[in-house]
Structure formats: structure tokens, C-alpha cells
């Protein structure tokens, strides 16, 4: 009796150990699969999403550089000594006085043209004319007004007769390059009033013609 409750303890024995050693074996592999699992995950590369950059996130990229490369060179502004910063004041005053000379001249090159082509350019170019004659002391010589003169002396109507005698003495004082142009197309003229000998225009362009190569020849 005794014999046969030993052995029924030794088989509870066995059969336990078995079952400890089955849940251990069950449990180490489930923290085996667990762990393999976690290592897949890390492992696993991350996809980064597709990212499309417009035109507005580049001017924008754009101002915030521009805004940064401002603030360093402020920053470094304030780093400079101030005989330094005088140096540099001066430089921005030449640089500025520069480009004001440049547009002041840029202008009154315009205003020339503007006035040499626009209505009144006949009037002041003839007033010129007289005042030289008439008024030789607040007389003073003006390229545009000489240009005018000369281009149009041959027309009767821009430049009436008794102003184109006053022109004639003004003329006698013509030197250089101007002299030898002016001669020019008066020769230029006399020729085309042989071929239109019936043309009053032509004809009366010629007589003026004549009388100023036989000034300054």
C-alpha cells in the first residue's frame, strides 16, 4: 500500500516537471518571436513622404536669406571702429554725389534735345541770332542754337531774310568742321537747282547758297 503511494507521487512528480518544463519552453519562445518582431520593426527603413517645393517656399527661403545675409551685414557694421564707419560714410557720400551728377547731366541732355526739336527751338534760336547782333555784352555762344541755324538756313520760311542777313555776318566767324559742312550742302543745293530750274523753292534755297559759299570760300 505504501509501495503503491510512492508511486503515484514520483508520476504527479514527473508529470509536473514536465508541464514547468513545457510552459518555460512556451514562454522563451514567445519572448524569442517578440524580440525578432521588435528587431524587424527597427530595422525596417522609414519612408519619407514626397516632398514638392514650390515657387512660393523658394522666394520664401529666398527672403529669409536675403534677411539673414542683411542682419550679418549689420552685425557686422556695428563690429566696425568708428574711423572705420568714417570711411565708409565717405564713400557712400562719393558714390551717391556720383550718381547725381550723372542723372543731373542725363537731364539737361534731354532737356537740350527736347528743346532743339519742340516748337520754341526756332524762336530761341532767332533770338540768339539778335541778341548777338544787337546785344553782343550778355551775348554767350550756345552749340544747340548754332546747330538750329545752320540746319535750317536755307528755309525762308524758319529763317526770314532780314535774319538770315544777320546770319550771314554771324557766319563769318565759322571755323572748323562746321565751316567745311556748311559749304557742303551749299554746293549740294546749288547742283539740285540745275536740275529744277522751275522750282521757286529750289531756286530760292540755291540763291542762299551762293551767297554763303561765296562767304566762307
Known amino acids: 500500500m505504501a509501495k503503491d503511494k510512492s508511486l503515484t507521487n514520483l508520476a504527479k512528480r514527473k508529470k509536473l516537471s514536465s508541464d514547468v518544463t513545457v510552459h518555460v519552453e512556451e514562454t522563451m519562445e514567445t519572448k524569442v518571436k517578440k524580440k525578432k518582431k521588435k528587431m524587424e520593426v527597427e530595422e525596417a527603413p522609414v519612408q519619407i513622404p514626397d516632398v514638392k517645393i514650390t515657387t512660393s517656399?523658394?522666394?520664401?527661403?529666398?527672403?529669409?536669406?536675403?534677411?539673414?545675409?542683411?542682419?550679418?551685414?549689420?552685425e557686422g557694421e556695428e563690429d566696425l571702429s568708428p574711423e572705420e564707419k568714417r570711411v565708409l560714410e565717405r564713400k557712400m557720400k562719393k558714390i551717391?554725389?556720383?550718381?547725381?551728377?550723372?542723372?543731373?547731366?542725363?537731364?539737361g541732355e534731354t532737356l537740350e534735345k527736347a528743346e532743339a526739336s519742340g516748337p520754341i527751338a526756332p524762336q530761341q534760336a532767332l533770338d540768339y541770332l539778335t541778341c548777338w547782333a544787337e546785344n553782343r555784352t550778355e551775348w554767350k555762344f550756345q552749340k544747340t542754337r548754332q546747330t538750329w541755324l545752320l540746319q535750317h538756313m536755307f528755309d525762308f520760311v524758319q529763317v526770314p531774310d532780314e535774319k538770315f542777313s544777320i546770319l550771314l555776318q554771324y557766319l563769318e566767324g565759322l571755323r572748323g568742321g562746321s565751316k567745311d559742312t556748311t559749304v557742303k550742302k551749299a554746293l549740294v543745293l546749288v547742283e539740285e537747282s540745275g536740275q529744277a530750274p522751275e522750282d521757286r523753292d529750289v531756286q530760292q534755297r540755291a540763291h542762299r547758297a551762293r551767297e554763303i559759299i561765296q562767304l566762307l570760300s
Open 57 to 74: 517656399d523658394r522666394k520664401q527661403k529666398k527672403r529669409q536669406k536675403t534677411k539673414q545675409t542683411e542682419t550679418h551685414e549689420l
Open 96 to 107: 551717391l554725389k556720383k550718381e547725381e551728377k550723372k542723372k543731373l547731366k542725363t537731364e
